[in-house]
């Protein structure tokens, strides 16, 4: 996400009944690399308040009614500089499992070691999931930092060497100007005065 300076986006995503929702953000570029981010439940309530920070995670589970909450990211402390922000946000539901496996008791199928293997594989895969979110938005961030301070290298290194070339040549300027003869660019030899006699 790209969140301009001075500003708040706010996204908004819908959860389940008895849901598991898990947010997190990590600052990639931008300013001092901090950014605000705020959830609020349907009820409008803070569950999650502001907090400045480069990264932050948030989880709820068992997600008591269904509703729509807001997922908000505050950049309004920092006046002149955009940032950008990797935001991962996820929703799911474990009672499926269990739904699925009530479905398979009425068709009388005794499955119960395979669906708590499938939902233990479930959890296993979105706890993946999450870290490979934090995984590429640290790689990204670092990646943009390498780009920044390589431009700022590449940028002073030639100022400083316009300076030095402006400098020799201010010098060499200098003290040619130092070893002139002060002689020259008057008039040559004038024929005031002598006169050859034979």
Known sequence: MHVEAGKEDCYWQYVHPKATLYVSYQVLKGGDGNIGMAIRN???KVVHPYAWKASSEYE?????????????????????????????????????????????QDMDVTVENFTSTLRQVDQRIQIMRQFQSMTRSGEARDFNLIQDNSAYVQNWSIAQALVVMLCTAVQVYFVKSFFKDPREGKGGGSSSGFKMRT
């Not at 002149?80 to 699925?100: C, G, H, I, M, P």
């Open 42 to 44: 349907p009820e409008m």
């Open 60 to 104: 709820e589970s068992d997600i008591p009614s269904g509703g729509y909450y807001s997922v908000c990211l505050d950049n309004q402390f920092s006046r002149f500089s955009a940032k950008l922000v990797n935001l991962y946000l996820t929703t799911f539901r474990y009672d499926e499992w269990e739904k699925f496996s009530q479905e398979l």
